[in-house]
């Protein structure tokens, strides 16, 4: 029985002494911080204190950090803070140096956990020094000359424009291509009509000239020479030209009346000719 | 098939007209812009200043050279109205740099140079706040430190979490000591 009592209490001492000895490592377990530079550090200088949460089993709560873009103390500015779940990142900047170098402590911030306990986040030490040598004087020291002006730049505006009149003379050239086609051997029968029609604009012209050049790029469309009798025929060879029926219809009437007849009448007029020819060349080019 | 291409005449049709119009605005941008470029550089005297943030910086500029520092202050901190970083940090240091020159012709006894100075570094701060590797503006500000320290043995290593401003936060215009 004793040693039954014995071997119980020898189990639960052993268990208490475990837990306790647990306890205290995990309450030990130091917060890890680290410095991106810790010495050589000048006035303007940005510096970047890492602090470790790994360790820590409770998170953090945020709205008990520091405030940030403040000065902290005599030489740091806190610009950010970085939060991760395993780090956080404070990013100081020097505002002020002593006179020679100095070895400074980074602040010493307590934070609230999750679970409403506080902490006190480690500090660690770096050294700032002055860049200006006052051996001799601040008298001798001149300040810096201001900043001069610069010009906006143009450089994004003019390659815009130029991105702008490449794509409009691209897609211009395309058009005329399309209208006009490449070469005049290679256009088709009515934009070469139209082509010449409007050339005529800038010369004296009479409604026969005109009437040929209409009547041509029928002939190339149908292969053949087309007569008034023979328009039924261009029309089912070239079904896309049967819209416009009625014109050449009418236009062929008035062509063989003046050119054919006895008693020589007035000829198609050079402004209904070339407004056929447009709409010829539009539905030669849909087609 | 006459559709699809009736719609890619059209389409190339509205990308000459926009394109064509594009240039025209951008052609306009680009003339005023170097409107601005002939003021800044000074090649157009005017009595009028272009309302760019660039134009009045520049003036600014001038007019510190024609003794004219109130002015200058003035046009200084309308620039840091500005989206551009590095042109707002540059306002921030001409402006300490204004600072620091009439706190350097004052008597060492005057007790507005104390002031003066205290607005010049926050200038100088500020500057180095929105761009770092502006080393004249670390070069004048640690100049400032030297005309007026700002050490304190007993803030030393003891800040936890007590932060202070220590200069003066005045921003713009002067201020004269009684």
């Keep these: 029985m004793i040693n039954l009592r014995y071997s119980i209490l020898k189990y639960v001492m052993f268990i208490i002494v475990t837990f306790y000895a647990g306890m205290s490592i995990a309450a030990d377990d130091p917060i890890n911080v680290s410095v991106d530079r810790t010495w050589g550090l000048l006035l303007g200088d940005e510096v970047n204190v890492k602090i470790d949460l790994t360790t820590l089993e409770q998170g953090i709560d945020q709205s008990s950090l520091p405030l940030e873009d403040k000065r902290y103390g005599t030489w740091l500015y806190l610009k950010t803070i970085d939060r991760t779940m395993s780090d956080l990142v404070f990013h100081y900047q020097i505002i002020n140096v002593p006179q020679k170098n100095t070895m400074i402590e980074i602040p010493i911030f307590d934070v609230k956990l999750s679970n409403e306990q506080w902490i006190t986040l480690p500090s660690t030490t770096i050294t700032i020094g002055p860049s200006l040598a006052v051996a001799e004087g601040i008298e001798n020291i001149t300040a810096k000359p201001d900043m001069k002006p610069t010009l906006i730049s143009t450089d994004d505006s003019v390659k815009r424009i130029q991105f702008l009149v490449f794509v409009a003379i691209v897609s211009g050239l395309i058009l005329v291509l399309w209208h006009f086609g490449w070469k005049a051997k290679n256009r088709q029968p009515f934009a070469q009509a139209v082509h010449d029609l409007s050339r005529l604009k800038f010369h004296t012209v009479t409604s026969d000239q005109a009437a040929r050049i209409l009547h041509t790029a029928f002939n190339h469309t149908a292969g053949t020479v087309v007569a008034y009798g023979e328009l039924d025929t261009l029309l089912k060879q070239r079904p896309w030209l049967l819209p416009l029926q009625a014109d050449i219809t009418l236009f062929y009437t008035q062509s063989e009346q003046h050119f054919f007849a006895r008693n020589v009448q007035q000829g198609p007029d050079i402004d209904s000719v070339r407004k056929l020819a447009k709409a010829c060349r539009v539905k030669e080019m849909l087609a | ?178």
């Design chain 2, 1 to 178: 098939m006459n559709k699809l291409f009736h719609l890619a005449h059209w389409l190339l049709v509205a990308i000459v007209v926009i394109s064509v119009i594009a240039i025209g605005q951008a052609g306009y941008a680009l003339w005023q812009t170097n409107k601005v470029n002939a003021f800044i550089s000074g090649d157009v005297k005017s009595e009028l200043v272009p309302e760019h943030f660039k134009a009045q910086f520049s003036q600014a500029f001038r007019d510190v050279e024609q003794d004219k520092p109130d002015s200058a202050l003035e046009r200084l901190t309308t620039v840091l109205e500005t989206d551009d970083l590095d042109l707002e940090a540059a306002a921030f240091y001409n402006r300490g740099n204004i600072h620091l020159h009439e706190a350097q012709a004052m008597t060492a006894s005057d007790t507005a140079r104390i002031s003066l100075i205290g607005l010049a570094k926050q200038d100088y701060r500020d500057a180095l706040l929105l761009n770092s590797s502006l080393w004249d503006a670390r070069f004048n500000l640690e100049l400032a430190l030297l005309i007026v320290p700002e050490e304190s043995p007993g803030s030393i290593a003891s800040a936890k979490g007590k932060g202070s401003r220590v200069v003066i936060k005045a921003l713009g215009f002067r201020v004269d000591l009684p």
